[in-house]
């Protein structure tokens, strides 16, 4: 069983940043990926980000695409996503998600992932 947590969510102002952080348990990740989604209230949950465990592999959704920085920290079994140049559009639950699909193509579904933490709040204010 995976279990993942996140946290380092929080109140900031537009163009301000913020570090989350998703610490993973239960099983060894060579092989999966690793996603952050989010959603707002009243919309669907969006893909952020992903990253291959092994780190030689990121993706992002275009929208934080050079603001956002996804990495992982083999050692802490911890995957962080810097967020940087905040907007208010970014407010969101974020949540982080464990695939064990190979192919990244299937990471943006939220179907192809098989555990999800509970969420961690991200509001910018403008």
């Known amino acids: 069983q995976v279990h993942l947590v996140e946290s380092g969510g929080g109140l900031v102002q537009a163009g301000g940043s913020l570090r989350l952080s998703c610490a993973a348990s239960g099983r060894t990740f060579s092989r999966y990926g690793i996603g952050w989604f989010r959603q707002a209230p009243g919309k669907e949950r969006q893909f952020v980000a992903a990253i291959r465990w092994s780190g030689d592999s990121t993706y992002y959704e275009d929208s934080v695409k050079g603001r956002f920085t996804i990495s992982r920290d083999a050692a802490k079994n911890t995957v962080y996503l810097q967020m940087n140049s905040l907007k208010p559009e970014d407010t969101a639950v974020y949540y982080c998600?464990?695939?064990?699909?190979?192919?990244?193509?299937?990471?943006?579904?939220?179907?192809?992932?098989?555990?999800w933490g509970q969420g961690t709040q991200v509001t910018v204010s403008s």
């Open positions: 998600a464990l695939t064990t699909a190979q192919a990244m193509g299937v990471w943006i579904n939220q179907y192809a992932y098989d555990y």
